[in-house]
């Protein structure tokens, strides 16, 4: 029996946020301002410290990937996320992507 846990953490970020704009959102769902931080950034910070979590993968737009590193990769580097390129069309594509990136170590994913 294993003493500890090893989780992945993977966030599936590679959609449009079409729903969330047609609610009238005026910035990406991940910018949104959750008492005082970035939606993104706030679950990340949460998920970074938990002893059990040893690696958290990030799964973009493989389109958009460039850009999502230059305005998030210094700050998601020091809570030490791995950015990776998610699928196009569906999440379980992006979903798929990110679980090639899961160190072998791991013995839970969560989603």
């Known amino acids: 029996m294993l003493d500890t846990q090893q989780i992945s953490i993977i966030i599936p970020a590679a959609g449009k946020g079409e729903r969330f704009d047609a609610a009238g959102g005026k910035s990406s ?4 301002d959750l008492a005082g931080r970035q939606v993104l950034v706030r679950a990340i910070e949460l998920f970074s410290k938990h ?6 993968i990030v799964a973009v737009n493989p389109d958009t990937i460039d850009e999502f590193k230059f305005k998030w990769g210094d700050k998601l580097g020091f809570l030490g996320v791995t950015i990776v390129p998610g699928g196009k069309t569906e999440r379980w594509e992006t979903v798929l992507r990110a679980i090639e990136s899961v160190d072998e170590s791991a013995t839970h994913i969560a989603v």
């Open 29 to 32: 769902k991940l910018e949104t």
């Open 51 to 56: 002893p059990d979590v040893k690696q958290i």
